[in-house]
């Protein structure tokens, strides 16, 4: 490349640079001139100090000092290359960088296009890559979401089917609680029947008011009945309590099937979805978002939990309704056991107090024939006394007579004792009859209160035989109810 002129940042004014050993005279310093134009700028170039040619520093190098010892040989004379051709001169290059620039861009074309060449191979081979994965992996997520949906839909029958038989168990179990309350409230019945025989048994009078067998049975079945209703509604309470555990397992059933039924829409939705659709649309960010809180393991454990949870509960449920249906009839057994002991005491109670009624009947009878038969004796006696007055009368009349003998003549002959005699065997005969009499009058009074005692105990039997006979067991003909093997309506 020719040299002409000197760089840019040259100073032409300055002062004198040594070159080489020989030394210059010093020249008076003269005003140093200031670059007064602007600098050019290349078309793709910031700046024109930005770039220049290698070979012109190459060159302008090696000329340093040559250029310093012509310019000081030169007088110092300012240069004559005005600033704009100087800044021209700098975009000269030689023919070896034209030739070498050439070849750069022919190189740099041709390995452009073969890197272009194998780019449009590559990104073809990649398009259709990706768009196979694409296809697979969309062909993928439709299978995933087919068995998902046939996951759903198994578990959705499941579901139902788990739903339907606690539906009906809770039905069941509705319907024996029912039952449970309709029994207690019916054996109000028998109780109260019970409760009016011991009332009624309260009435007796005298001895006849004993704590006998039938007072015990009544007492007994009382107790029972109160116990059955206890028992009866203690278990209701169960079947209450075991009802609202079962409405969870429901509800946790239907919850549970609700949520199926959205997410096999949900997923029905997203299966039908083509890259035609119109509903279709970009959601940036999405993919970054996990809102997921179960994985399909613990997912099927859920269904797998609340299925086993209803039918544990169903498991407690049958165990209960087996449980009142024995409480049923153990119950009805018992109750009628003690029902017909009940009346058994009672018919053998009014056996017994017959017995005792007809005994007394022919023993008031007996008393009253004796009573008659005393009074006939009273009679007789009282008769025999007045018989026996007119001989004392006459013996004691012909004692009184001999009495009056004169002197000698009052003589204890043989008429005197017999005489005296009489009087004192008729006065005897008297006292003996009289004694006799009294006795007949106090057994005669004996015997009228032995007749008013035993009208006074047929009164009382014939009161309790009208209290158990015709009171009581006219209110245990039948058996008030069967609670306990009825089913309420």
Known sequence: MEFLGTTQTATYCGPKKPCGGSALPPVPSSPTIQECYQPYYLPGYRYLNAWRPSLFYKVANAQTCLDEAATCRSALRPPTILPAGRSALFCRYSPQDWDRSNRLQLCGAE???LWAGRMTGDSMRLMQDKDQLTRQMQEGTCRNLGQRLSDIGFWK???????????????SLDAIKRRLE????ELRCPLQVALECLYQREKRIGIDLVH?????NLIREVDMIKCCQEQMRKLAQRIDIQMRDNRDAQHALERDLEDKNSAEFIDEKCLNLRNTSDCISFFHGVEKIDGTISVPETWAKFSNDNIRHSQNMRANSIRLREEAQNLFDVLADQLWRQFTNTNLAFSARIAEETEVKNKLQTQLAKTLQEIFQTESTIMLLERSIMAKECPLKVAQTRLE???RRPNVELCRDSPQFKLVNEVFTIDDTLQTLKLRLRETRDTLQLLVMTKCRLEHELAIKANTLCIDK??????RKTFPSTPCMGVCP
Do not use: F, G, I, Q
Request: net charge negative; with cysteine.
């Open 470 to 475: 015709e009171k009581c067991m006219a209110m």
């Open 157 to 171: 029958s499941e579901l139902n089917y788990e739903l339907e038989r606690l539906l009906n168990e809770n039905h």
């Open 212 to 216: 006998d067998n039938v007072e015990k």
């Open 401 to 403: 007579c001999r009495t």
């Open 111 to 113: 390995a452009s296009r």
């Open 182 to 185: 309709c029994a207690a409230e």
